[in-house]
């Protein structure tokens, strides 16, 4: 195939995922044609993959003048289409209609781009803004397209099912998002269960020598800096933890907007000797915290968690996970056997499961070694690659019409 593969404001700081994804179709034989919305600040650009991709990137904003032009010269093709579909968009405020002409415009540019490069397919990792965008470039004249629903259906905005309408697929992270999919009507003979995967042979190669000590407990996150992470819930923990004489140490890769709220949290419950924030981290530095630490903690709370990555690779690099009972993660851990899950916002919860793996280094070496295990078998990205190639070259449903 000749596949667009369309990612909003790539490549992010947590878009590695994607470049995953991206390589590992190009080896099985796909030609693969990056493209976006915008491009992302440089801040967040640190990986070794970001200036590779971005010279790889077709960005639509600002339009290309010339594929304007061409649509002009071309007499306007599928305007009455695309009008018709942002009639149908439900937000028809004065601002609102401003921002959807502006799509179209986009879209009408995307259209010309995939015609110049013979795109057969475009694949969008998002449900929002940009899954207009597909939409009206396909009813413009452009080709078919697909979609992935990376969180709760509340988090990317609404028309949902004018979204997905004329999709040949929609890929669902979890189960959970396969059933709001149904829940709004959308077929769910076009909708298929997906993850994002990781480099398990990578992974796998982490941790080898971890030095682990009944003395100390290291702790990891690596997530963004939000208040749904969930970052202060585990810092009470610890503070209990040290309260109870275990001496712990947490490291927490991420930026963000909550960063001083989290820097204030770790002041007031004195913290700072234990806690460290490493700001921005690229892939291999997020691979060296992985090996240097016991334990990887993701307390994530709220909407907008599906099948987290983070998780998938502190599993592939053998260490037990503390999680929260969010998204799909009850399908990507059994509590016990290869990780420990606990409900949202329940600091004792985490305080205990700190307070079992801190004493018990057996448990924390049986958990790392069946994590890994379940990482190997269930989460690598040519895994993921193949579901996401294969149903979109399979015979499409039909579509509503």
Same mark, same amino acid.
């Given at each position: 195939?000749? =596949?667009?593969? +369309?990612?909003?404001?790539?490549? @992010?700081?947590? %878009?590695?995922?994607?470049?995953?994804?991206?390589?590992?179709?190009?080896?099985?034989?796909?030609?693969?044609?990056?493209?976006?919305?915008?491009?992302?600040?440089?801040?967040?650009?640190?990986?070794?993959?970001?200036?590779? /991709?971005?010279?790889?990137?077709?960005? =639509?904003?600002?339009?290309?003048? !010339?594929? #304007?032009?061409?649509?002009?010269?071309?007499?306007?093709?599928?305007?009455?289409? @695309? =009008?018709?579909?942002? &009639?149908?968009?439900?937000?028809?405020?004065? /601002?609102?209609?401003?921002?959807?002409?502006?799509?179209?415009?986009?879209?009408?540019?995307?259209?010309?781009?995939?015609?110049?490069?013979?795109?057969?397919?475009? %694949?969008?990792?998002?449900?929002?803004?940009?899954?207009?965008?597909?939409?009206?470039?396909?009813?413009?004249?452009?080709?078919?397209?697909?979609?992935?629903?990376?969180?709760?259906?509340?988090?990317?905005?609404?028309?949902?099912?004018?979204?997905?309408?004329?999709?040949?697929?929609?890929?669902?992270?979890?189960?959970?998002?396969?059933?709001? +999919?149904?829940?709004?009507?959308?077929?769910?003979e076009k909708i298929v269960e997906t993850f994002m995967g990781v480099n398990t042979g990578e992974l796998a190669k982490l941790g080898s020598a971890r030095d682990m000590h009944r003395a100390e407990l290291r702790l990891v996150t690596v997530a963004r800096l939000d208040p749904s992470k969930g970052h202060?819930?585990?810092?009470?923990?610890?503070?209990?933890?040290?309260?109870?004489?275990?001496?712990?140490?947490?490291?927490?890769?991420?930026?963000?907007?909550?960063?001083?709220?989290?820097?204030?949290?770790?002041?007031? #419950?004195?913290?700072?000797?234990?806690?460290?924030?490493?700001?921005?981290?690229?892939?291999?530095?997020?691979?060296?915290?992985?090996?240097?630490?016991?334990?990887?903690?993701? !307390?994530?709370?709220?909407?907008?968690?599906?099948?987290?990555?983070?998780?998938?690779?502190?599993?592939?690099?053998? #260490?037990?996970?503390?999680?929260?009972?969010?998204?799909?993660? !009850?399908?990507?851990?059994?509590?016990?056997?290869?990780?420990? #899950?606990? &409900?949202?916002?329940?600091?004792?919860?985490?305080?205990?499961?700190?307070?079992?793996?801190?004493?018990?280094?057996?448990?924390?070496?049986?958990?790392?070694?069946?994590?890994?295990?379940? !990482?190997?078998?269930?989460?690598?990205?040519?895994?993921?690659?193949?579901?996401?190639?294969?149903?979109?070259?399979?015979?499409?449903?039909?579509?509503?019409?």
């Amino acid at each position: 195939m000749r =596949l667009g593969y +369309l990612v909003p404001e790539f490549p @992010g700081q947590t %878009h590695v995922f994607f470049w995953r994804e991206i390589q590992a179709l190009r080896r099985a034989g796909d030609e693969i044609f990056l493209v976006s919305t915008t491009q992302p600040p440089a801040s967040a650009t640190t990986h070794e993959f970001a200036p590779v /991709a971005i010279s790889q990137t077709k960005y =639509l904003f600002p339009p290309s003048p !010339a594929g #304007l032009g061409q649509w002009a010269l071309g007499g306007l093709r599928g305007l009455t289409h @695309g =009008l018709s579909y942002i &009639r149908r968009i439900q937000d028809r405020s004065l /601002a609102g209609r401003v921002r959807q002409l502006a799509l179209l415009l986009l879209a009408a540019d995307l259209v010309d781009w995939a015609r110049k490069n013979g795109i057969d397919h475009i %694949h969008g990792h998002s449900c929002a803004d940009s899954a207009h965008i597909l939409a009206l470039a396909h009813r413009m004249g452009g080709p078919p397209y697909s979609l992935t629903l990376h969180g709760d259906l509340g988090v990317y905005g609404s028309d949902h099912l004018l979204k997905a309408e004329h999709a040949t697929r929609v890929f669902a992270v979890g189960r959970h998002l396969r059933q709001q +999919l149904c829940g709004i009507g959308v077929d769910n003979e076009k909708i298929v269960e997906t993850f994002m995967g990781v480099n398990t042979g990578e992974l796998a190669k982490l941790g080898s020598a971890r030095d682990m000590h009944r003395a100390e407990l290291r702790l990891v996150t690596v997530a963004r800096l939000d208040p749904s992470k969930g970052h202060l819930h585990v810092l009470i923990a610890i503070a209990r933890a040290r309260d109870a004489g275990i001496k712990v140490r947490y490291r927490i890769a991420g930026q963000g907007y909550f960063r001083d709220a989290i820097a204030s949290k770790i002041n007031m #419950l004195g913290l700072s000797d234990c806690v460290d924030l490493c700001g921005t981290v690229s892939e291999m530095q997020v691979y060296s915290l992985l090996s240097n630490s016991d334990v990887f903690v993701l !307390a994530s709370t709220g909407e907008g968690e599906a099948w987290p990555v983070s998780v998938m690779e502190a599993m592939g690099a053998g #260490l037990p996970v503390i999680c929260s009972e969010i998204g799909a993660t !009850a399908q990507m851990i059994t509590s016990g056997v290869d990780g420990i #899950l606990v &409900r949202q916002g329940d600091d004792d919860a985490i305080f205990r499961a700190i307070c079992s793996l801190a004493g018990d280094i057996e448990m924390r070496e049986r958990l790392g070694k069946a994590a890994r295990q379940a !990482a190997i078998k269930r989460f690598d990205v040519a895994a993921s690659a193949r579901v996401l190639r294969q149903a979109i070259a399979a015979p499409q449903p039909d579509r509503v019409s």
